[in-house]
Protein backbone atom coordinates (compact mmCIF):
# COMPACT_ATOMS: atom_id res chain seq x y z
CA UNK A 1 0.00 0.00 0.00
CA UNK A 2 1.07 3.14 -0.66
CA UNK A 3 0.83 6.04 1.74
CA UNK A 4 1.76 9.79 1.56
CA UNK A 5 2.01 12.54 4.26
CA UNK A 6 -1.95 15.43 2.45
CA UNK A 7 -4.34 17.52 1.52
CA UNK A 8 -4.87 18.50 4.62
CA UNK A 9 -8.07 20.64 5.79
CA UNK A 10 -6.89 24.49 5.32
CA UNK A 11 -5.96 26.89 7.70
CA UNK A 12 -9.76 28.27 8.15
CA UNK A 13 -11.20 25.28 9.02
CA UNK A 14 -8.41 24.25 11.57
CA UNK A 15 -8.93 27.68 12.95
CA UNK A 16 -12.31 27.24 13.69
CA UNK A 17 -11.78 23.63 15.53
CA UNK A 18 -9.29 24.89 17.70
CA UNK A 19 -11.33 28.03 18.73
CA UNK A 20 -14.79 25.13 19.59
CA UNK A 21 -12.64 23.37 21.01
CA UNK A 22 -10.93 25.76 23.50
CA UNK A 23 -14.77 27.11 23.91
CA UNK A 24 -16.07 23.89 24.56
CA UNK A 25 -13.24 22.71 26.72
CA UNK A 26 -14.46 25.41 28.96
CA UNK A 27 -10.39 27.02 29.64
CA UNK A 28 -8.49 30.19 29.35
CA UNK A 29 -5.08 30.87 29.52
CA UNK A 30 -3.79 27.50 31.12
CA UNK A 31 -4.89 25.56 28.13
CA UNK A 32 -2.03 25.09 25.69
CA UNK A 33 -2.35 23.67 22.06
CA UNK A 34 0.10 21.32 21.21
CA UNK A 35 0.98 20.42 17.04
CA UNK A 36 1.30 16.68 16.28
CA UNK A 37 3.69 15.15 15.34
CA UNK A 38 6.16 18.16 15.63
CA UNK A 39 5.34 18.94 19.87
CA UNK A 40 3.45 15.68 20.87
CA UNK A 41 4.13 12.26 18.83
CA UNK A 42 1.51 9.48 18.98
CA UNK A 43 2.79 6.23 20.94
CA UNK A 44 0.28 3.74 19.03
CA UNK A 45 -0.31 2.01 15.29
CA UNK A 46 -3.57 1.21 14.66
CA UNK A 47 -7.63 1.51 16.11
CA UNK A 48 -9.68 -1.29 15.83
CA UNK A 49 -13.36 -0.10 15.07
CA UNK A 50 -16.26 -2.74 14.79
CA UNK A 51 -19.18 -1.55 11.98
CA UNK A 52 -22.02 -2.16 10.43
CA UNK A 53 -22.24 -2.27 6.79
CA UNK A 54 -24.95 -0.62 5.83
CA UNK A 55 -27.82 -2.03 4.04
CA UNK A 56 -26.93 -5.18 5.05
CA UNK A 57 -26.52 -7.55 8.56
CA UNK A 58 -23.31 -7.90 7.87
CA UNK A 59 -20.13 -6.54 10.72
CA UNK A 60 -16.35 -5.67 9.47
CA UNK A 61 -13.66 -4.54 11.68
CA UNK A 62 -11.86 -1.50 10.19
CA UNK A 63 -8.94 -0.92 11.08
CA UNK A 64 -7.34 2.56 11.26
CA UNK A 65 -4.18 2.97 11.14
CA UNK A 66 -2.21 5.75 12.37
CA UNK A 67 0.92 5.10 11.41
CA UNK A 68 2.12 2.42 8.39
CA UNK A 69 2.94 -0.35 8.90
CA UNK A 70 2.77 -1.99 11.74
CA UNK A 71 5.43 -4.36 13.18
CA UNK A 72 3.91 -7.85 12.07
CA UNK A 73 3.41 -9.62 15.64
CA UNK A 74 2.23 -6.95 16.93
CA UNK A 75 -2.03 -7.16 18.04
CA UNK A 76 -3.77 -5.09 16.52
CA UNK A 77 -6.50 -5.15 19.04
CA UNK A 78 -3.84 -3.07 21.26
CA UNK A 79 -3.79 0.50 21.36
CA UNK A 80 -0.76 2.08 23.25
CA UNK A 81 3.26 0.97 22.55
CA UNK A 82 5.29 2.62 25.32
CA UNK A 83 8.35 0.65 24.08
CA UNK A 84 9.15 3.29 21.87
CA UNK A 85 8.05 3.25 18.53
CA UNK A 86 10.62 3.34 15.29
CA UNK A 87 9.83 6.88 14.12
CA UNK A 88 11.52 6.26 10.89
CA UNK A 89 10.07 2.67 10.32
CA UNK A 90 6.24 3.13 11.23
CA UNK A 91 5.69 6.40 9.79
CA UNK A 92 2.92 8.45 10.99
CA UNK A 93 0.10 8.95 8.46
CA UNK A 94 -2.05 12.03 10.58
CA UNK A 95 -1.49 15.62 11.85
CA UNK A 96 -3.29 17.68 14.42
CA UNK A 97 -3.30 19.59 17.62
CA UNK A 98 -4.18 18.72 21.29
CA UNK A 99 -5.53 21.03 24.00
CA UNK A 100 -3.93 20.19 27.31
CA UNK A 101 -2.88 21.06 30.88
CA UNK A 102 0.29 22.67 31.31
CA UNK A 103 0.71 21.01 34.51
CA UNK A 104 -0.99 17.63 33.60
CA UNK A 105 0.06 17.55 30.05
CA UNK A 106 -0.51 13.97 29.63
CA UNK A 107 -3.28 12.94 28.56
CA UNK A 108 -4.74 15.90 26.80
CA UNK A 109 -7.47 17.08 27.26
CA UNK A 110 -8.81 17.28 23.94
CA UNK A 111 -6.99 16.00 20.63
CA UNK A 112 -7.71 16.42 17.08
CA UNK A 113 -6.49 14.21 13.74
CA UNK A 114 -6.57 14.41 9.84
CA UNK A 115 -4.72 12.99 7.52
CA UNK A 116 -1.03 14.13 7.29
CA UNK A 117 -0.20 17.17 4.81
CA UNK A 118 -0.53 15.26 0.90
CA UNK A 119 -1.09 12.13 2.04
CA UNK A 120 -4.41 9.66 3.28
CA UNK A 121 -4.71 7.14 6.35
CA UNK A 122 -4.75 3.62 5.62
CA UNK A 123 -8.03 2.07 6.76
CA UNK A 124 -8.05 -1.97 6.39
CA UNK A 125 -11.70 -3.90 7.00
CA UNK A 126 -12.21 -7.36 7.29
CA UNK A 127 -15.02 -9.44 8.04
CA UNK A 128 -15.98 -9.93 11.60
CA UNK A 129 -16.41 -13.38 11.26
CA UNK A 130 -12.79 -13.73 9.79
CA UNK A 131 -11.03 -11.31 12.59
CA UNK A 132 -12.92 -13.64 15.02
CA UNK A 133 -11.33 -16.73 14.24
CA UNK A 134 -7.88 -15.36 14.64
CA UNK A 135 -9.43 -13.88 18.05
CA UNK A 136 -10.01 -17.21 19.11
CA UNK A 137 -7.03 -19.09 18.12
CA UNK A 138 -5.36 -21.14 21.03
CA UNK A 139 -1.53 -20.19 19.22
CA UNK A 140 0.01 -21.66 22.57
CA UNK A 141 -1.61 -25.11 22.76
CA UNK A 142 -2.47 -23.57 27.03
CA UNK A 143 -6.47 -24.44 26.24
CA UNK A 144 -7.63 -20.69 25.89
CA UNK A 145 -8.12 -18.24 22.95
CA UNK A 146 -5.08 -15.69 22.76
CA UNK A 147 -7.44 -13.21 21.86
CA UNK A 148 -5.09 -11.26 19.85
CA UNK A 149 -4.86 -10.49 15.78
CA UNK A 150 -1.37 -9.67 14.53
CA UNK A 151 -0.80 -7.23 11.69
CA UNK A 152 1.18 -10.62 9.62
CA UNK A 153 -2.65 -12.17 10.33
CA UNK A 154 -4.33 -9.02 8.95
CA UNK A 155 -2.91 -9.14 6.09
CA UNK A 156 -3.13 -12.44 4.57
CA UNK A 157 -7.02 -12.90 5.62
CA UNK A 158 -9.32 -13.67 2.99
CA UNK A 159 -11.83 -11.10 3.08
CA UNK A 160 -9.12 -7.99 3.36
CA UNK A 161 -10.00 -4.70 1.75
CA UNK A 162 -7.06 -1.96 1.69
CA UNK A 163 -8.20 1.57 1.77
CA UNK A 164 -6.76 4.76 2.15
CA UNK A 165 -8.91 7.24 3.76
CA UNK A 166 -8.54 11.78 2.56
CA UNK A 167 -10.89 13.51 4.08
CA UNK A 168 -9.65 11.57 7.87
CA UNK A 169 -11.22 13.63 11.01
CA UNK A 170 -10.88 11.99 13.93
CA UNK A 171 -11.76 14.06 17.67
CA UNK A 172 -10.48 12.75 20.90
CA UNK A 173 -11.70 13.56 23.99
CA UNK A 174 -9.67 10.78 26.37
CA UNK A 175 -10.23 9.22 29.58
CA UNK A 176 -8.37 11.12 32.61
CA UNK A 177 -7.91 14.33 30.86
CA UNK A 178 -11.68 15.37 29.76
CA UNK A 179 -14.30 15.25 32.09
CA UNK A 180 -17.07 13.27 28.85
CA UNK A 181 -14.91 10.72 27.10
CA UNK A 182 -15.57 11.31 23.12
CA UNK A 183 -13.79 8.97 20.02
CA UNK A 184 -15.36 10.26 16.90
CA UNK A 185 -14.30 9.42 13.63
CA UNK A 186 -15.62 10.05 9.98
CA UNK A 187 -13.58 9.03 6.70
CA UNK A 188 -13.68 8.37 3.36
CA UNK A 189 -11.75 7.24 0.88
CA UNK A 190 -11.22 4.62 -1.89
CA UNK A 191 -10.22 0.68 -1.58
CA UNK A 192 -7.89 -1.14 -3.63
CA UNK A 193 -10.03 -2.74 -5.31
CA UNK A 194 -11.78 0.38 -7.12
CA UNK A 195 -14.77 0.51 -5.01
CA UNK A 196 -15.00 3.87 -2.29
CA UNK A 197 -16.05 3.98 1.30
CA UNK A 198 -17.21 6.53 3.96
CA UNK A 199 -17.52 5.70 7.86
CA UNK A 200 -18.88 7.16 10.64
CA UNK A 201 -17.88 6.55 14.34
CA UNK A 202 -19.01 7.67 17.58
CA UNK A 203 -18.08 6.49 21.23
CA UNK A 204 -20.02 9.04 23.87
CA UNK A 205 -18.67 8.57 27.28
CA UNK A 206 -18.81 4.74 27.19
CA UNK A 207 -22.18 4.61 24.58
CA UNK A 208 -21.57 4.06 21.16
CA UNK A 209 -23.79 6.43 19.48
CA UNK A 210 -22.95 5.48 15.84
CA UNK A 211 -20.47 2.57 14.14
CA UNK A 212 -21.49 2.20 10.57
CA UNK A 213 -19.97 2.26 6.61
CA UNK A 214 -20.69 2.17 2.98
CA UNK A 215 -19.76 0.72 0.52
CA UNK A 216 -19.71 1.63 -3.39
Same mark, same amino acid.
Given at each position: ?? &??????? @??????????? #? #????????????? &??????????????? $?????? &?????????????????????????????????????????? /???????????????????????????????????????????????????? &??????????????????????? $???? @?????????????????? /???? #??????????????????
Amino acid at each position: MK &TGTSSAT @GCKLTCVVVLL #L #LVSVGVGQAAERV &TIPDQLSLPYYVRPL $HLEVDG &TNTTVVAFVFYRWPAPDNWNLLRLFDFSGIDENEYLLQVEGF /AIRDPEAPSPPMKQHLQEAAGGAVPILFADRSETDEFYYLDRNGDGAPDRII &TFAELMGMASLREGLAAPFMEEL $HPAG @GAERTLVSIQASGILDDG /ASFS #LIYELLSGELKVASVKFK
